[in-house]
């Protein structure tokens, strides 16, 4: 059974980072398209960053040279590092899996609980 769990969301000031961290059971992110999406108030869910088998990243254009998607296949997990956060990266950040690569508008086939992330002025 696929288990993807979500850690080190908060509050921050806008400006500041977080990393968030997803540990994956049941599958090796190492032969799995790993992702991040988030869920903003009164958003849809919108996907954020992908790594890739090969490790080819793809970023949401909101998030293109703030964040970074990495992996640790000996720790078979995901993290996403978010820096120069804004008020509009305020939402709830899922970490996903697919066993194929597609691009960010295509819902993975499996899901985490989601950790909350919400940036203040």
């Known amino acids: 059974q696929v288990q993807l769990v979500e850690s080190g969301g908060g509050s921050v000031q806008a400006g500041g980072s977080l990393r968030l961290s997803c540990a994956a059971s049941g599958l090796t992110v190492s032969s799995f398209c790993m992702y991040w999406f988030r869920q903003s108030p009164g958003e849809e869910r919108e996907g954020v960053a992908s790594i890739g088998t090969n490790n080819y990243l793809t970023y949401a254009k909101s998030v293109e040279g703030r964040f970074t998607v990495s992996k640790d296949n000996a720790k078979n997990a995901v993290y996403l590092q978010m820096n120069s956060l804004k008020l509009e990266d305020t939402g709830v950040y899922y970490c996903?899996?697919?066993?194929?690569?597609?691009?960010?508008?295509?819902?993975?086939?499996?899901w985490g609980q989601g950790t909350q992330v919400t940036v203040s002025s």
């Open positions: 996903a899996a697919d066993s194929r690569c597609r691009n960010l508008r295509y819902e993975p086939a499996h």
